[in-house]
């Protein structure tokens, strides 16, 4: 079985530390992937944390991935050996109940296998994408268009997908108001995706200093939320509100910028609840407060076709393994525009020192 080399947490008060373990040897339906970049994202610090409460030790972090075919299977019809793929959130899923047939992994009544941390439900833990390699079912590889900026690339497979589904979800578009509520690693794709697909996008940021990015990035207006009187300029203005923000907030401010049948959807994951909104905000306009989480396998390669044909891709600092902890900081302070990468490079060459 194929020794790995990796990055890992053994307990949540622990530093990421080098750590070997044996992957499996890939079966008749595996893709086996050489792993060349792997995002970071806000789940991963949560998750080797253990901030919210279901963290399998020792925890190998990563499902951002992207990297080379090294072997498939004898069933394998979609990849062939040298071939570009990724590997998102999931690695499998039931696959009978009614979420699975309908193309909706990630909301499988029986839950899906996480790309790192194991099933929803409980069962063995598995170890992600801050390793050199990694061997998974076909159904759950995703092909990656050959390109220049493959490391930019990553964190499509989580960030992308996750702004991507509700956007496409709820029908964003030419003749859309729409607003993105926070610009870090998932705001900033949301701008990007948005933007792409006609809609007016309308940033929602607490840094004064961000209005220039958030004008490169796409957005048609960029409104300090701290700001009440820049907030008054958009009552009842949006059609849609795409809320990224992983920190517990007052969430009232924003269903009043919606208008009549309005939606405001949630994709940050806070470590604590937000406070409970003011249901008149809610029934006076008939507005929606929604969830969304990632994306099916169908939708996610819908989405990376997307991104290919718009020229879209993260903008990321790419960082060596061996600064993942400092890495982990800077993200908490918001210090990264807008999402790290490891170079996997970094690990091989530890590895073989």
């Known amino acids: 079985m194929p020794q790995t080399y990796s990055y890992a947490a053994q307990h949540a008060s622990d530093a990421l530390k080098p750590y070997r373990f044996e992957r499996r040897a890939p079966g008749a339906d595996d893709v086996q992937i050489d792993i060349l970049y792997c995002g970071v994202c806000h ?8 901030e919210w409460h279901n963290t399998l030790y020792p925890s190998v972090p990563g499902h951002e991935i992207v990297g080379k075919v090294t072997a498939v299977g004898a069933n394998v019809k979609k990849f062939k050996v040298g071939d570009l793929a990724g590997v998102g959130c999931m690695v499998d899923s039931c696959q009978h ?14 839950g899906f296998t996480g790309t790192y941390n194991g099933p929803v439900f409980g069962g063995e833990n598995t170890f992600g994408g801050y390793s050199d390699h990694i061997v998974v079912k076909e159904k759950f590889v995703l092909r990656i268009a050959p390109t220049d900026n493959l490391a930019a690339v ?9 702004t991507y589904s509700p956007l496409a979800h709820w029908k964003v578009g ?6 993105v509520v926070g610009l870090g690693g998932l705001g900033h794709m949301a701008v990007k995706i948005a933007h792409a697909m006609g809609a007016h996008v309308v940033l929602f940021t607490t ?9 490169r990035l796409g957005a048609d207006e960029v409104i300090v939320s701290k700001d009440e009187r820049q907030m008054a300029t958009q009552a009842n203005q949006l059609d849609f509100i795409l809320n990224t923000v992983a920190a517990p907030h007052n969430l009232d401010p924003f269903l009043a910028l919606l208008k009549r049948d309005g939606t405001m959807t949630l994709v940050g994951a806070p470590d604590s609840p937000h406070p409970s909104p003011t249901v008149f905000n809610l029934i006076f306009k008939r507005r929606s407060l929604a969830g ?11 989405m990376l076709d997307f991104c290919d044909k718009h020229g879209i891709v993260s903008d990321i600092e790419l960082i060596a393994i061996q600064g993942i902890n400092e890495a982990y900081e800077r993200m908490l302070k918001g210090d990264v ?13 530890e590895a073989a020192a």
């Open 174 to 179: 030419p003749g859309k108001k729409v607003g």
């Open 154 to 162: 990553a964190p499509l497979l989580c960030a992308g997908i996750t």
């Open 97 to 110: 109940c009614a979420s699975c047939a309908e193309g909706e992994e990630q909301y499988c009544e029986n």
């Open 207 to 215: 840094s004064p200093n961000k209005r220039e990015d958030g004008l």
């Open 337 to 349: 525009k807008y999402r790290f990468v490891i170079d996997i490079a970094t690990l091989k060459q």
């Open 43 to 50: 789940s991963d610090l949560h998750t080797v944390r253990n």
């Open 292 to 302: 969304s989480l990632i994306g099916g396998i169908e939708e996610t390669q819908e």
